[in-house]
C-alpha cells in the first residue's frame, strides 16, 4: 500500500524508465518463447496469490469473492488462455494482396510491439483492468509499467507485490501513487498510454500523451441508456438489469445508467426489478455479504446528493458508518438534475417513460454517446432500428453489460465515451504497431508509368488504365 517510505522518488522513476527502455531495445522481449514464457509466470503466480487478491478486493470493495472470482480473475485466466492458444498466430506476419503497380512483389502487415507501455487504471475491478491491459501489453512484446489506482489501496498493494518481488523492474514493474505519481508518469515519453478511468481525467492523460505525439487508448465511461419495449420477455429483463445495474453497487463502467421504461408496463416493470433486487440481496440488501459499498467517502456523499433529486419507488436506504446505499430506483427525475447530468457509477437508477421509442432516441441523441446501450425487445424492427439510431462503443441486445466478456468483439467506447478498443485479438492489436512492408525483388521489371520525363502519350495510357482497372 502507498505510504511515505514507498512512495517512488522521481529520480528512481526516471532510472526505471530508462531501465526499461534499456531492457526493450536490446530485444528482450521480441521472441515468442519470451513473451509465452512470461505470460504464463504471471498466471501462476495470479493462482498462487488469488486468496490475497480476493482479500484485497473484499477490502476495497466488499467485493463477494464469488463476484471477485466472476468478474475480476476469472476474466483474466480466460483471458490468458485465449491469448496462449493464438499467440504465435497473432505474431505471423499478415500476407495481403500485392497491388498492380508493385507487381512483381509481396506485400504483409507485421506487428510490432510499440516499446515502452503506461497503462494507468481505475478502481472499481482494480485487478481485471489492470492485468487485463497488462497482458495485452506483454503479448504484443512491450515493457509496461502499470500504475493503479490509489482508491483502491489494497488491490494494488496486492499486485504490486505479484509483479513487483517476481520479474525484472526492466521489463514490468507496478508503480503504486496517485495524482502527483500519474503525473511524474505522464511527463515521460511513452510508446503507448493506456487509460481507464473518467472523461475527464482521460482529456488531461490525451493532452499529455498529445505533447509527444503518444498513442493512446482512453477506455472511458458515460451514461449508458437501457430500454425495456413493452414486448420484451419482462422477468427476464428485470433479472439482467438488476445485475448489470447493481453488480458492484453500480460501480460499473458499462452498468444500466437510467431506464427507459414503455409507459403501460411501468408499473408492473418496477415490480419486477424490485423482484429481483430482494433475490439477490435478500430482504435488506444492503446488508448483504453478496452487495458491496461504495468506494470512498467522496463517492459516497456523491451518489447520497443524488437520492432527494426524484421520487424514491425502490430502496433509497443509506449506511454512513459501512458507505453502502441500497439498491435504488428513482422516478421524476428531471433531465436536468446533477443524477442525469453525470454518470451515476452507483447504485442509483433513474426510471423515464416513453409511448413512441423515437421520444427514446432523441433523449438519447442529445447527450454524449455512451459506453454502452440496451435494449430489451422481442422485435426484430425495432432492434435494428435502435443499432441504425444510437451511437454507443457496445451494445447488448435482450441483456446488459455482456457483451464484455466476449474476446471476439472490441471493448471501448466512442466520442466522450472512449478511444479504442481492447480484449483477444484486439488487445494484440491495440499494443502492436502495423508496419506494412512492400517486398520487391531485385530484378528490374518496373511499369514504364514510374518515372520521369513524362509524356503525353503516357498520360493518356494512364488515364485508360485507371479506368479500366480502379
Ligand atoms: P479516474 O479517472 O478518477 O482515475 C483513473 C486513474 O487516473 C487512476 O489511476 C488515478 O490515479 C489517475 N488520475 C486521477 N486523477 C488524475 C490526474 N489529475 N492526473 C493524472 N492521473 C490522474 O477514474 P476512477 O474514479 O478510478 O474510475 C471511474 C471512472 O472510470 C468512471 O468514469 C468509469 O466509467 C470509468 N471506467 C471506464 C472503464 C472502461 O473500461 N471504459 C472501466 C472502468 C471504469
Known amino acids: 500500500m502507498l505510504t511515505e517510505t514507498n512512495r517512488i522518488p522521481s529520480s528512481d522513476l526516471l532510472n526505471l524508465y530508462h531501465a526499461q527502455k534499456a531492457f526493450f531495445q536490446e530485444g528482450h522481449t521480441r521472441s515468442y518463447a519470451f513473451r509465452l514464457a512470461q505470460i504464463k509466470k504471471l498466471n501462476d503466480l495470479v493462482n498462487k496469490h488469488q486468496q490475497n487478491l480476493m482479500d484485497a478486493l473484499q477490502k476495497d470493495l466488499e467485493k463477494h469473492a464469488y463476484e471477485g472470482l466472476i468478474t475480476e480473475l476469472g476474466p483474466f485466466f480466460s483471458e490468458v488462455k485465449d491469448t496462449l492458444k493464438h499467440l504465435r498466430s497473432w505474431m505471423q506476419p499478415e500476407s495481403v494482396t500485392t497491388s498492380l503497380f508493385n507487381t512483381p512483389g509481396s506485400s504483409e502487415i507485421i506487428r510490432?510491439?510499440?516499446?515502452?507501455?503506461?497503462?494507468?487504471?481505475?478502481?472499481?475491478?482494480?485487478?481485471?483492468?489492470?492485468?487485463?491491459?497488462?497482458?495485452?501489453?506483454?503479448?504484443?512484446?512491450?515493457?509496461?509499467?502499470?500504475?493503479?489506482?490509489?482508491?483502491a489501496p489494497h488491490s494494488a498493494a496486492a499486485m504490486a507485490a505479484i509483479i513487483n518481488q517476481h520479474f525484472?523492474?526492466?521489463?514490468?514493474?507496478?508503480i503504486e501513487g496517485g495524482v502527483e505519481e500519474t503525473q511524474a508518469l505522464l511527463n515521460t515519453r511513452w510508446d503507448y498510454i493506456f487509460f481507464t478511468g473518467g472523461t475527464a481525467i482521460g482529456k488531461i492523460i490525451y493532452k499529455a500523451a498529445a505533447e509527444h505525439l503518444t498513442p493512446v487508448t482512453l477506455e472511458l465511461g458515460g451514461k449508458s441508456p437501457c430500454v425495456v419495449h413493452k414486448d420484451a420477455n419482462l422477468k427476464l429483463a428485470a433479472k439482467r438489469i438488476a445485475w448489470g445495474k447493481w453488480i458492484n453497487s453500480g460501480q460499473t463502467c458499462l452498468a444500466p445508467d437510467y431506464l427507459f421504461v414503455q409507459a403501460d408496463i411501468k408499473q408492473k416493470f418496477i415490480q419486477y426489478l424490485s423482484d429481483a433486487i430482494h433475490a439477490y440481496y435478500g430482504a435488506d440488501p444492503i446488508?448483504?455479504?453478496?452487495?458491496?459499498?461504495?468506494?470512498?467517502?467522496?463517492?459516497?456523499?456523491?451518489?447520497?446528493?443524488?437520492?432527494?433529486?426524484?421520487?424514491?419507488?425502490?430502496?433509497?436506504?443509506?449506511?454512513?458508518?459501512?458507505?453502502?446505499?441500497?439498491?435504488?430506483?428513482?422516478?421524476?427525475?428531471?433531465a436536468d438534475s446533477p443524477v442525469m447530468q453525470e454518470e451515476i457509477f452507483g447504485p442509483i437508477l433513474p426510471i423515464y417513460t416513453y409511448d413512441k421509442i423515437d421520444e427514446v432516441y432523441a433523449f438519447i441523441n442529445k447527450r454524449e454517446k455512451p459506453l454502452a446501450s440496451y435494449l430489451f425487445s422481442a422485435s426484430s424492427a425495432v432492434q435494428k432500428q435502435f443499432l441504425a439510431e444510437i451511437s454507443s462503443g457496445g451494445v447488448s441486445i435482450n441483456d446488459t453489460v455482456m457483451h464484455i466478456t466476449s474476446s471476439q468483439m472490441p471493448f471501448g467506447g466512442v466520442g466522450q465515451s472512449g478511444i479504442g478498443g481492447y480484449h483477444g485479438k484486439y488487445s494484440f492489436d491495440t499494443f502492436s504497431h502495423k508496419k506494412s512492408v512492400l517486398r520487391r525483388g531485385i530484378q528490374p521489371l518496373d511499369t514504364i508509368f514510374r518515372f520521369p520525363p513524362y509524356n503525353m502519350k503516357l498520360l493518356k495510357m494512364m488515364k485508360e488504365l485507371l479506368k479500366r482497372f480502379l
Open 112 to 151: 510490432e510491439p510499440y516499446g515502452n507501455v503506461l497503462v494507468i487504471a481505475p478502481w472499481n475491478y482494480p485487478f481485471l483492468l489492470s492485468f487485463s491491459p497488462l497482458l495485452g501489453a506483454m503479448a504484443a512484446g512491450n515493457c509496461v509499467i502499470l500504475k493503479p489506482s490509489e482508491h
Open 168 to 174: 525484472d523492474p526492466s521489463y514490468i514493474h507496478v
Open 287 to 334: 446488508k448483504s455479504p453478496d452487495y458491496g459499498k461504495i468506494i470512498n467517502y467522496r463517492h459516497y456523499e456523491r451518489l447520497k446528493s443524488y437520492l432527494s433529486q426524484g421520487r424514491i419507488t425502490t430502496g433509497g436506504k443509506c449506511d454512513d458508518r459501512l458507505m453502502r446505499i441500497e439498491p435504488t430506483i428513482m422516478e421524476q427525475v428531471s
